[in-house]
């Protein structure tokens, strides 16, 4: 007999890890708080934990502050190329978009995809499954913000050839604002995954990082927890790095288990991330070895969102 505990309702939710500077601490804090609260108001209110998901990330894609929907980074074409996706624990289905810059929420389009026969479609495709979906289309040029010109007006005018390793350890104008992600689990016990981001600064035209792919950026599985991850895109997706720290919950805690997986990948092949874990019992976790992650959670013991840099 399973002597656990029912299902408790619990919500993780991430802004991105990278070397926040202090300008800009507080913004990522209070967007993580928010999305937080409209996550968990459809959580507590027995909603299901896709939904819970998808709400959170939508509206982060709606906040400028981050590096996913309005507000995100333009390639070195000077384009938005946007990726997002869903897991659901419950059959590891997956809905993944990449290269998309005419939908306004990502996250959307990646939550049609999860009703649909494929995993993950790209760019114009994308686009046309969005309008047979009833999405609106929108302006690429409406998502992207002064910001963003900058930064890239910056690089052109200084192009440096930057270490991606290196590009989430330090504050400069080219390193990325953060992408955002979330796992939650309902009263259902289904557990649920996802991740929306813009991907990095001047990246190559038609680069696909880890947030749309599965076991890379994003895990869910209702027999074990979920995992979103965040930061150098292409060492996540060396490692699997969100499956790898879900792998650790067979024997350790959530907090264990980010911090494992985040290690792994540092001494391996010395990538910097951030990864958000929950465990099917409702466990939270989260780990980085970049300077700051933005990430906070809630669940049905805590009267208000914890968010890191809160006072305990
Ligand atoms: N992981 C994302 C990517 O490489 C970027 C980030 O998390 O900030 O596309």
Redesign the pocket.
């Known amino acids: 007999m399973d002597k656990r505990r029912p299902p408790r309702p619990a919500l993780v939710v991430h802004g991105?890890a990278?070397a926040i500077p202090d300008t800009e601490w507080k913004a990522h804090r209070d967007g993580v708080r928010q999305a937080i609260e409209v996550g968990w108001a459809i959580l507590r209110d027995n909603g299901s934990a896709l939904d819970a998901v998808q709400a959170t990330i939508a509206h982060l894609e709606d906040d400028p502050t981050f590096?996913a929907g309005l507000g995100s980074v333009l390639n070195r074409e000077g384009r938005i190329e946007m990726?997002a996706a869903l897991m659901d624990g419950r059959d590891l289905d997956v809905g993944a978009v990449a290269c998309v810059n005419r939908v306004k929420n990502p996250i959307r389009l990646a939550r049609e995809g999860l009703k649909s026969e494929h995993v993950l479609l790209v760019g114009d495709g994308a686009h046309r499954f969005a309008w047979e979906r009833g999405l609106e289309p929108v302006d690429p040029s409406s998502l992207v913000v002064e910001r963003e010109r900058l930064r890239l007006a910056a690089h052109q005018e200084a192009p440096r050839s930057v270490d991606p390793r290196e590009a989430f350890g330090h504050p400069p104008l080219d390193r990325?604002n953060?992408?955002v992600g979330a796992v939650a689990i309902d009263r259902g016990g289904n557990i649920a995954a996802g991740g929306s981001?813009g991907?990095?600064p001047a990246k190559r035209a038609g680069r696909v990082?880890?947030?749309p792919i599965p076991g890379a950026?994003l895990w869910a599985d209702n027999r074990a927890g979920a995992a979103a991850?965040?930061?150098?895109?292409e060492g996540?997706l060396r490692v699997g790095l969100a499956r790898t720290a879900v792998s650790h919950l067979r024997d350790a805690a959530a907090q264990d288990s980010a911090w494992l997986a985040i290690r792994e990948m540092d001494s391996r092949i010395q990538g910097r991330a951030g990864v958000i874990v929950l465990s099917r019992d409702g466990s939270i976790g989260y780990a980085f070895n970049t300077p700051r992650m933005a990430v906070g959670y809630m669940d049905e013991e805590m009267a208000a969102p914890q968010v890191n840099g809160d006072p305990r």
Not at 229 to 233: P, Y
């Open positions: 991105g990278w590096d990726d990325p953060g992408t981001t991907g990095t990082g880890d947030t950026g991850c965040t930061g150098w895109g996540i």
